[in-house]
């Protein structure tokens, strides 16, 4: 768990504005991604990265961006164009050795509120 | 497209007595399944995990069973304690897919 951090733990933005989110991993994975979580709802991914300098979209990428330009890092971006952008957000990391089946192991989570 | 579906979303059960929670699958390409657990407020843990070449995993007083004909699996809590109140998650994947379907997710209260 302490291998994957996430920062700030909270964070609050006014509309208008765009937000970068922090991800950081210390457990030497390849693949990152990014989780949105609503209450009552399960998690929906955002966008993956499988290894340095790639990235893909996953189901609901529109509003956001990321880069991966180090193993380490894998920060999300929170544009102005994403509509109800409130909710609490997921970083995790795994392996990559077994795509798409490896253990995925989640950071403690940024809650966004928009004011 | 893809879809896990989770039942129950609310499980109240008595300290010591068991709990079940089901999920199912869409897409029959799903070869692992992932269970988390979600405390209040707090980061997803894996708690079990079972791949399609099993039918069955158990690891203390959590098992995970996989019916791959009718793309169910569930999970199994004995002897419930306060402390696994917390939410839990089932979820599919399938190799090469990279992308893992949650299910909506179950509430679980164990009353002392």
């Known amino acids: 768990d302490g291998g994957i951090t996430q920062s700030p733990k909270y964070l609050f933005r006014k509309e208008g504005q765009n937000v970068t989110l922090s991800c950081e991993q210390n457990?030497?994975?390849?693949?990152m991604y990014w989780y949105r979580q609503d209450p009552g709802q399960g998690l929906r991914l955002i966008y993956y990265?499988?290894?340095?300098?790639?990235?893909q979209k996953g189901d609901i990428a529109e509003g956001y961006s990321v880069s991966r330009e180090k193993k380490e890092s894998f920060p999300l971006t929170v544009t102005s164009a994403q509509k109800n952008p409130t909710a609490f957000y997921l970083c995790?990391?795994?392996?990559?050795?077994?795509?798409?089946?490896?253990?995925?192991?989640f950071g403690p989570g940024t809650r966004l509120t928009v004011l | 497209g893809e879809n896990v579906e989770q039942h129950p979303s609310t499980l109240s059960v008595q300290e010591g007595d068991s709990a079940v929670i089901k999920c199912t699958y869409s897409d029959s390409a799903s070869n692992y399944f992932p269970w988390y657990k979600q405390e209040l407020g707090k980061r997803p843990q894996l708690i079990i995990d079972?791949?399609?070449?099993?039918g069955e995993k158990k690891d203390q007083r959590i098992a995970v069973t996989l019916n791959k004909t009718a793309k169910h699996f569930s999970l199994h809590i004995t002897e419930t304690q306060p402390e696994d109140s917390a939410v839990y998650f089932c979820a599919a994947t399938y190799t090469g897919g990279f992308k893992t379907i949650f299910g909506a997710g179950t509430r679980l209260f164990v009353k002392a």
């Open positions: 990265s499988q290894i340095v300098n790639d990235f």
């Open positions: 457990l030497n994975h390849d693949a």
């Open positions: 079972i791949r399609s070449n099993v």
């Open positions: 995790a990391s795994s392996i990559g050795d077994r795509v798409g089946t490896d253990t995925q192991y």
